[in-house]
């Protein structure tokens, strides 16, 4: 039972880590694969003698084998832009405040900053001036857990944990 426990939570820590730091990743996932695709191969000769066992001589190959690797960033990237889309929209707001606050610590920490910004975003998002975005401090704790908890479950699934 300890062992399904230890899993479970570092199955949410990295459904956590990836939630928060989507963009940071996807902005580092662009690059490699930018840099990778401009990699210019050298001569069409290749000295046999230089190479390292286990190395693709063939630079086309060396290039694909290159790409394929990013191959679970890239899934994982998927997943998040249509399991986002796929959340209501006011979790969405939540989702881009959490984002923002995530370096908040303290005794309080990122809750009361969101639960200070929320309503206003949702007002503005809605347009409206009802005050229907309050909600107590700990209502953003648990959507939290029970975003991380679904994102790492549909992972799972997908077989990227």
Known sequence: M???KEDSKQENFVAERWLLYRFEK????QEAREEILELSPSTSTVDISSLVPGEISD??????????????????????????????????????????????????????AIQYRF????????????????????????????IVQELAREALRRGLL
């Open 2 to 4: 300890a062992d399904y």
């Open 59 to 112: 630079k086309t190959g060396n290039r694909g084998v290159k790409l394929a690797s990013l191959g679970d960033i890239e899934e994982w990237l998927k997943l998040l832009q249509e399991f986002e889309e796929s959340l209501p929209r006011e979790k969405r707001i939540y989702l881009k405040l959490r984002r923002e606050y995530r370096y908040h610590r303290g005794r309080k920490g990122w809750t009361s």
């Open 26 to 29: 996807e902005k580092a996932y």
């Open 119 to 146: 309503s206003s975003e949702l007002q503005k998002e809605l347009g409206t001036e009802s005050d229907n975005g309050l909600r107590h401090r700990k209502t953003y704790y648990y959507w939290w857990q029970e």
